[in-house]
């Protein structure tokens, strides 16, 4: 059984930065794409961005401009840079991995709150 482990969560101030890592505990074959996602309390999840087999990103419209999406390929991991973190930035992200079978992290929290 594959499982994500996510890493790089915390507290960080407004304005501050985070890099999001998740890292899959065996080869996944056949990855479609790599995404982030996103729940806030009381809200639904979201996604935060994603990039595809062959490199392309896409982005939240919250998300565009200030954080990055990456990945490496040869580790099926996916990270998320994430700069100038706002208040709404806070919730529990969630990476998921897409190779015609869904596979999801166990969430990391990130408050950003002076």
């Known amino acids: 059984q594959v499982q994500l482990v996510e890493s790089g969560g915390g507290l960080v101030q407004p304005g501050g930065s985070l890099r999001l890592s998740c890292a899959a505990s065996a080869r996944i074959f056949m990855v479609h794409y790599m995404g982030w996602y996103r729940q806030a309390p009381g809200k639904q999840r979201e996604l935060v961005a994603v990039?595809?087999?062959?490199?392309?990103?896409n982005y939240a419209d919250s998300a565009k401009g200030r954080f990055t999406i990456s990945r490496d390929n040869a580790k099926n991991t996916v990270y998320l840079q994430m700069n100038n973190l706002k208040p709404e930035d806070t919730a529990i992200y969630y990476c998921n991995i897409h190779s015609g079978v869904d596979y999801w992290g166990q969430g990391t929290q990130v408050t950003v709150s002076s």
């Open positions: 990039i595809f087999s062959g490199g392309t990103a």
